[in-house]
């Protein structure tokens, strides 16, 4: 569905590219990346509808709470027809039915010995998970992609996309973590060579080491 949207919409869906491929390729070779592919895409569905539907995020508010306020943004109703308001409703109570099944998916991951869902035979379920969240994750981005660009003020401005130099802090931690990367006698720093030579897991990386951070402020303000 992913792919229909970025054929559909080469302009705007063409930097989606890559995270679909990656998501692919997470499912069939390395169901271990699938989450945070995943979570990627999610990302990329926020910062790229959210500022249409003028939908402001709170610093602390999780992928389940972002998801829900772009939900609660958008429009489902079909023009002109009687039970407009019905629509809307009931297409809102579905996305939301099936952005908690990827929220309860996820969290699965995340519970020690279970990365993958529970299985007597660990290897078969591996890959069955990876796709169950995989295309719950499809089905969900593409469908609010294709309402909230269907539906865009237009003139309504692109959204700025952010580059490198905008995640100083997670760059910092990756040069602190990683040391320089030394190339025929140059040196580069590390965050900047992953940026340059796979956003995608930069990206990955970068969501993870985000997630770590509001964690541990959290904790710290539940202490306070």
Known sequence: ???ALIEAHPDRAASLERHVKALEHSIEEQPAFCLQNVRTLFEAAHLTIAPRLGVDFGKKQGFPDRMRGV????DFRIVNHPEG???NTTIAALLKGVDDTATALAQLSNIPNMRHGGSLDWGTL???HALMLGGLCDALVSFLFDVAWSRA???APEPVVASYEDFEAFNAYLDDEHGDVEVAGATFAASRVLYLMDITQYDAARLDWEAEQAADQDAEDAAA
Do not use: C, G, S, T
Request: glycine share 0%.
């Open 126 to 128: 591996e890959r069955q």
């Open 153 to 155: 003020i237009p003139d």
């Open 1 to 3: 569905m992913l792919r």
């Open 71 to 74: 939900i609660e943004a958008l």
């Open 85 to 87: 308001d019905k629509i």
